[in-house]
């Protein structure tokens, strides 16, 4: 139909309509005002345009192939999803489709633990591992005008996370691909930004949930619903 701007924007996220009765799932499904389905018709044939280039679809292919294996029993009807492989056996097998051969972990200093046993589960696989901490290079966080008041540890040296450096020593490393391990919001952006590997995330960074940022979500109806009014002190 129309992509002017006078149009709304896309809001799927307040999309009221049950999914199967969708028309990004059905064929004359019913949509939502804004809909990119049928308000972005544009941008959309720029996008599916991109799957032409061998090399973006042979990795969207690998990436649909590797989230339909994610579930088990596919030949049961009628179905009831059965969802079986865990993120990192998906990254894995992911990278394996891919044929990739050197991984780069670019992870948080503050996960060293689960760094060493992840290197030593893609090792397991048959990769080769190219790890980077994020206070690698030991950069003074005054070098990005913070000052000692603003430090975690007020008054002592502290080392500024530095995810360009990891970006760039992977990319010098030239890896295959690229496992983001518990960087830090912000942190991780600069990394994409900087990143010329194709990168995937396996954890990011949530100090208080043990890294899954979801729970928050979870209970946002019950003993978190302080969450939808941020003005109330605590
Ligand atoms: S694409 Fe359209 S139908 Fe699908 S969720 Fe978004 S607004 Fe709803």
Redesign the pocket.
């Known amino acids: 139909m129309t992509d002017k701007k006078t149009t709304k924007s ?8 049950d ?1 199967p009765e ?4 059905k064929n004359k ?10 308000m972005q018709k544009k941008v959309l044939a720029e996008a599916n345009k991109e799957y032409e280039i061998a090399a973006i679809q042979k990795f969207a292919n690998k990436a649909a192939l590797q989230e339909a294996q994610g579930y088990a029993n596919r030949d049961q009807t009628p179905y009831v999803m059965q969802p079986c492989k865990t993120r990192i056996v998906e990254t894995c097998e992911f990278a394996m489709k891919m044929e990739y051969k050197k991984i780069g972990l670019a992870f948080c200093l503050g996960l060293s633990k689960e760094a060493l046993v992840v290197e030593e589960i893609f090792k397991g696989y048959g990769f080769d591992v190219v790890s980077i901490c994020c206070k690698a290079g030991k950069s003074p966080k005054e070098m990005i005008g913070i000052t000692d008041d603003q430090k975690v540890h007020k008054g002592k040296d502290e080392s500024m996370c530095n995810p360009i450096f990891q970006a760039k020593t992977l990319n010098s490393e030239e890896v295959d691909f690229n496992i983001l391990l518990g960087l830090c919001v912000g942190h991780d952006t600069l990394f994409f930004q900087y990143s010329d590997i194709p990168t995937t995330v396996l954890a990011v960074k949530d100090r208080v949930t043990g890294h899954n940022p979801l729970v928050p979500i979870y209970n946002c109806e019950s003993y978190y619903k302080k969450i939808r009014f941020p003005d109330i002190k605590e």
């Open positions: 896309p809001s799927c996220a307040g999309c009221t309509f999914i969708r028309v990004c799932m499904g019913k949509a939502a005002k804004g809909c990119p389905t049928l």
